[in-house]
């Protein structure tokens, strides 16, 4: 038996015709059409739903744009006290190391 997944709406309503009749063939398809529309429409909605739940997450988990700037403004800040930090503490290395320099030369004359 030849089983073709893709059959058309004539094909089925011509072998309903042939086995109930024309009027009972018309009205099974009109059921068929409405099942078929409704569970599309449930469908739709769905990924609807779906879609506008993603949305929704994306306004309130991602960053917006005032976020990044904010960010990027507190991350300036930050590195900037670093680098700070950083030069502070390589003068006073290079202070103690000449005065150790010093103090060797002294001690040592």
């Not at 569970?39 to 506008?52: N, P, R, T």
């Not at 988990?61 to 670093?82: G, I, M, N, P, Y």
């Not at 390589?90 to 103090?103: K, S």
Request: aromatic letters at 10%; proline letters at 1%.
């Amino acid at each position: 038996m030849d089983t073709s997944p893709n059959i058309s709406n004539s094909d089925i309503r011509n072998f309903l015709t042939r086995r109930l009749g024309e009027k009972e063939s018309d009205d099974l398809m009109l059921y068929i059409d409405s099942e078929i529309q409704k569970e599309v429409s449930a469908q739709v909605d769905a990924s609807k739903k779906e879609i506008m739940a993603w949305r929704e997450e994306m306004r309130t988990v991602f960053a917006t744009k005032e976020d990044a700037h904010e960010l990027q403004h507190k991350l300036v800040k930050r590195v900037s006290k670093a680098e700070g930090t950083l030069i502070l503490w390589a003068l006073v290395f290079w202070v103690t190391q000449l005065i150790a320099v010093l103090c060797f030369l002294k001690f040592y004359k």
